[in-house]
């Protein structure tokens, strides 16, 4: 563990399992003072569990007080809190309740997250990290409602960039394939990579570390695709 951030402070939406757990660990692991925001906040040893609704104004606003009054300060949001892409069905029978919550949660959520943490963040001088998707960039079908929350997640946040720049940053971060279960996959699916590999959670905390550390100062505004190569590479019917 290092001290370069021990008095530092960050907030991980949807840090109960998956991604969002991983990044909470990493940035742990590091020094930083965390805490997790989930509808079902886990237990792990050292991290401040929050339960939270990112969909919903008056949790989110009381989420981000009880961080701030545990820590005096908030350097670090990572908005990382959605509903996975599911098979939602044909476009002519998605419902718009379905519609909805899903750009409720994994769209409308990283907007109140983002406009309750704005004031720490510039005070701070901190940065965020929003999770977006491969999906805001390339569909497969029957995707609609989660390809349009993620790729409204993008453009939120070089518009948050130019909003809270110069004293605070916002980047996002588009994972393609990431493990987060452990189970067997067929080699014909890893070799869809480049790099011979499915992606872990610790490949985008890392990478959501360096962002909000002060190694990446210069950097706001950017989106930043970790999908092993996939979507540069070329497929041939």
Known sequence: MTREYSQKAALVTGGAQGIGR??????AERGWRVAIADLKPGRDP???????????EPSVRACVRR???RFGR???LINNAGIP???????????????????????????????????????????????????ALQSEPESEA????????????H???????????????SPGWIDVIGKPIARREVMQHPVGRIGRPLDVASLVEFLVSERSLFITGQ????????TKKMIWI
């Not at 991983?22 to 940035?27: D, H, K, P, S, T």
């Not at 309740?97 to 704005?118: P, Y």
């Not at 948050?160 to 916002?170: D, K, N, Q, S, V």
């Not at 989106?223 to 996939?230: A, C, L, Q, R, Y």
């Open 85 to 135: 892409q599911a098979d939602t069905g044909p476009l002519e029978k998605l419902s718009l309740r379905e519609w909805n919550r899903r750009i409720g949660v994994n769209l409308t959520g990283v907007f109140l997250m983002s406009k309750h943490a704005a004031p720490h963040l510039r005070r701070a001088r901190g940065a965020l990290v929003n999770i977006a998707s491969t999906r």
């Open 146 to 157: 989660y390809a349009a929350a993620k790729g409204g997640v993008v453009s939120l946040t």
């Open 159 to 173: 518009a948050l960039a130019m909003t809270l720049g110069p004293r605070a940053r916002a980047n996002c971060v």
């Open 22 to 27: 991983g990044i909470a660990l990493y940035l």
């Open 46 to 56: 050292g991290i401040f569990a929050l339960r939270c609704d990112v969909a919903r």
């Open 67 to 69: 961080v701030v009054a």
């Open 74 to 76: 908030l350097d670090a």
């Open 223 to 230: 989106n930043f695709v970790i999908d092993g190569g996939m």
